[in-house]
C-alpha cells in the first residue's frame, strides 16, 4: 500500500463515512467523456463559425461561450437534417434559443453511456470504486456515470430538486447542475449560470451540514475549478466564516498526475474574500484511493440506511404513532428470514405488515426490490389498517397472488376484503379501462411527445396513448425523488396504481 492509502485510512478512520464530489476528469478517465471546452468544441463545429470565434465573444468565459453558440446552433438545429428525429422527439420542450443545444448535449451523454463498461486499463479502479464506502456524491456532470456506479443511490436533479426535496444524505447523488436524462436541468449557458449563481447561497446552506459532518474527496477537479471555488465561497459565506477553518481536515482533493511520486500537501485555496485550507493527495492512479475508502464496513448497507432514516423521518413527521411502523431488514433479505421492527414513539410488534408504508407496496411491485410480501396479510391487515381511503395505493397485486380475483379479474363473490379495498377500485373503475391503441406505441414515444410534465399530471389519461408497462414501470424506478415532493408524489402514486393495474388487474395477461 503507498501514501495515499495510508493517509486515507488513517485520516478518515474517525469521521463519518466520505461524500465524493465528482467532476469531469473522472467522466473522462472510465468514459471518454469530452470537459466543458472539449464539449462546446464539439458542438460549435456543427455551425458556420469555429469555437475560438465563439470563445473570443465570449471573452474566454465558459457559459458565455455556450451562450454564444447556443444562438446559431438553434438555427442549424430547426434544419439540418441531422437532427431531425431529435426534433421530432423533443420540439414540445424547446421553450428558448438554449433548448436545442441543451438536447443534444443531453442526447450525446445518453448515448455516450449506452452499455458502457469501464476501459480494461481502469477496470481494477472501476471496481474498486463501485465498492467504496461512501454516504454520497455530489457531481456537476451531466452524465449519468455515477448512477450506474451507485445504482442503489437515489438521485437528485438540479438546483431546485434539491432544494425542495427532503434528503435524507446518505445514499444519494446530487446532480447539482442537471442531468442528461433530464435536458431541460442542464446548467450549461450564462443565463443558466446568472441564475444558479443568484441562490447558490440556498445551495450551500442545504450543503452545508454534508461539509462540516463529512470528509469531501474531490475527483476530477483541478484546485482552480470555477465551480468547487464558487461553491466553496458560497459555504464559506454560508457559516460566516464560523468554524471555516474547521473544514480543512473535511477538504480532500484528489490529483491524478500518471508522472508523479504519491504526496499528500497541504494547500491554500484563494477565495473571493479570503482563502481556505485543504489537503491534497497527488496520485497516479486511484487504486490506493479507492482502497482506502472499502475500508470501513457498515452494518447495513447504504441504501438501506437511507430507507430506514427515510422512514422514521416520515414517521415522526406524520405525528401518526399508533399507526405508523417502520419495518427495517436488509433489501436482500425476505421478510421471513429477518424480524426487526423500529418504532418511534409507537409500540413494537413482531412482523411489520401493518407498518407497510404505500412506497413499501409500490416497490414491490416495481419489483426493486421483490418482497415477497404475504399477499393475503396484506391485503388484510395493511389495506385493513394502515391505508386511508383518500390515498392513491396498489392493490391489485395482491388481490391477484392472494386469490382474491376470478379468471376475469373481478373480486370473486365470497372474496373478504377491507372496505378500503372496494373504496378504491370504486373510485378508479371509471379511470382504468381498456383502450383501443395502435400497436406498438411504447411508454418511451409517450415521454417523447408529451413530456415527463404531462405524463405526471394526466396519469389516467397515459392509458390512452399506451399500455407499455415495462416503460412505466422503469420511468417510476428511477424517478423515485418525485415521492418527496408533495404535489407530484400523489400524482407519482397515481401513476403506480396504474402499472399495478396493468401488471396485475382485469385483462392484464392479455397485454
Given amino acids: 500500500m503507498g501514501i495515499a492509502y495510508d493517509f486515507l485510512s488513517s485520516h478518515l478512520k474517525t469521521m463519518a463515512a466520505p461524500y465524493l464530489f465528482i467532476g469531469s476528469g473522472i467522466s473522462r478517465r472510465y468514459a471518454d467523456l469530452p470537459d466543458w471546452e472539449g464539449l462546446l468544441r464539439y458542438f460549435a463545429a456543427f455551425t458556420s463559425k469555429s469555437y475560438e470565434y465563439y470563445r473570443g465573444r465570449a471573452k474566454g468565459n465558459l457559459p458565455k461561450t455556450a451562450s454564444e453558440i447556443s444562438e446559431e446552433f438553434y438555427e442549424v438545429w430547426w434544419s439540418d437534417k441531422r437532427f431531425s428525429d431529435s426534433r421530432a422527439r423533443y420540439h414540445n420542450v424547446v421553450t428558448d434559443t438554449s433548448s436545442a443545444l441543451k438536447i443534444e448535449v443531453a442526447r450525446y451523454f445518453e448515448e455516450a453511456l449506452e452499455g458502457f463498461t469501464p476501459p480494461?486499463?481502469?477496470?481494477?479502479?472501476?471496481?474498486?470504486?463501485?465498492?467504496?464506502?461512501?454516504?454520497?456524491?455530489?457531481?456537476?456532470?451531466?452524465?449519468?456515470?455515477?448512477?450506474?456506479?451507485?445504482?442503489?443511490?437515489?438521485?437528485?436533479?438540479?438546483?431546485?430538486?434539491?432544494?425542495?426535496?427532503?434528503?435524507?444524505?446518505?445514499?444519494?447523488?446530487?446532480?447539482?447542475?442537471g442531468s442528461s436524462q433530464r435536458p431541460t436541468s442542464l446548467v450549461l449557458t450564462g443565463e443558466d449560470y446568472d441564475d444558479f449563481q443568484e441562490r447558490d447561497a440556498y445551495l450551500a446552506a442545504k450543503l452545508m451540514t454534508i461539509f462540516v459532518e463529512h470528509p469531501i474527496l474531490f475527483l476530477g477537479y483541478s484546485l482552480s475549478d470555477s465551480n468547487i471555488l464558487e461553491i466553496l465561497r458560497s459555504l464559506v459565506k454560508a457559516m460566516r466564516g464560523v468554524s471555516a477553518s474547521k473544514l480543512k481536515d473535511r477538504l480532500l482533493f484528489v490529483s491524478w498526475d500518471a508522472n508523479a511520486s504519491p504526496k499528500v500537501d497541504n494547500r491554500t485555496i484563494q477565495i473571493e474574500g479570503g482563502q481556505i485550507e485543504a489537503f491534497e493527495i497527488v496520485v497516479p492512479d486511484f487504486i490506493d484511493v479507492f482502497r482506502a475508502l472499502g475500508i470501513k464496513e457498515r452494518a447495513l448497507p447504504a441504501r438501506v440506511l437511507r430507507q430506514l432514516k427515510n422512514q422514521v423521518y416520515e414517521l415522526v413527521k406524520s405525528n401518526d404513532p399508533d399507526r405508523r411502523l417502520v419495518q427495517v431488514s436488509d433489501i436482500e433479505s425476505t421478510s421471513d428470514q429477518f424480524d426487526v421492527v423500529f418504532g418511534v414513539g409507537a409500540k413494537m410488534t413482531v412482523k411489520g405488515i401493518v407498518g407497510l408504508s404505500r412506497w413499501d407496496l409500490v416497490d414491490d411491485v416495481l419489483g426493486t426490490p421483490d418482497r415477497g410480501l404475504?399477499?393475503?396479510?396484506?391485503?388484510?391487515?395493511?389495506?385493513?389498517?394502515?391505508?386511508?381511503?383518500?390515498?392513491?395505493?396498489?392493490?391489485?397485486?395482491?388481490?391477484?397472488?392472494?386469490?382474491?380475483?376470478?379468471?376475469?379479474?373481478?373480486?370473486?363473490?365470497?372474496?373478504?376484503?377491507?372496505?378500503?379495498?372496494?373504496?378504491?377500485?370504486?373510485?378508479?373503475?371509471?379511470?382504468?379501462?381498456?383502450?383501443?391503441?395502435?400497436?406498438?406505441?411504447?411508454?418511451?414515444?409517450?415521454?417523447?411527445?408529451?413530456?415527463?410534465?404531462?405524463?405526471?399530471?394526466?396519469?389516467?389519461?397515459?392509458?390512452?396513448?399506451?399500455?407499455?408497462?415495462?416503460?412505466?414501470?422503469?420511468?417510476?424506478?428511477?424517478?423515485?425523488?418525485?415521492?418527496?415532493?408533495?404535489?407530484?408524489?400523489?400524482?407519482?402514486?397515481?401513476?403506480?396504481?396504474?402499472?399495478?393495474?396493468?401488471?396485475?388487474?382485469?385483462?392484464?395477461?392479455?397485454?
Fill in 374 to 511: 404475504p399477499s393475503k396479510k396484506v391485503i388484510s391487515e395493511a389495506f385493513g389498517r394502515s391505508f386511508q381511503r383518500s390515498w392513491y395505493v396498489p392493490y391489485w397485486k395482491y388481490l391477484r397472488q392472494g386469490g382474491f380475483l376470478d379468471e376475469a379479474g373481478a373480486l370473486l363473490p365470497r372474496a373478504k376484503v377491507p372496505s378500503t379495498i372496494n373504496a378504491y377500485i370504486s373510485r378508479e373503475t371509471k379511470h382504468l379501462e381498456m383502450r383501443s391503441l395502435p400497436a406498438g406505441v411504447t411508454f418511451q414515444d409517450v415521454l417523447d411527445r408529451l413530456g415527463e410534465d404531462w405524463i405526471l399530471k394526466n396519469p389516467w389519461q397515459l392509458l390512452d396513448e399506451t399500455r407499455d408497462r415495462e416503460g412505466l414501470r422503469a420511468f417510476l424506478d428511477s424517478n423515485r425523488n418525485y415521492r418527496r415532493r408533495s404535489y407530484y408524489a400523489t400524482q407519482y402514486a397515481k401513476l403506480a396504481v396504474v402499472l399495478d393495474w396493468l401488471m396485475y388487474g382485469p385483462h392484464s395477461e392479455e397485454m
Fill in 120 to 177: 480494461a486499463d481502469y477496470a481494477t479502479e472501476f471496481k474498486l470504486l463501485q465498492s467504496a464506502n461512501i454516504e454520497g456524491v455530489i457531481t456537476t456532470n451531466f452524465d449519468r456515470l455515477m448512477t450506474i456506479v451507485y445504482p442503489d443511490y437515489t438521485i437528485f436533479t438540479g438546483q431546485d430538486e434539491l432544494l425542495f426535496a427532503e434528503p435524507q444524505g446518505i445514499a444519494e447523488i446530487y446532480m447539482i447542475h
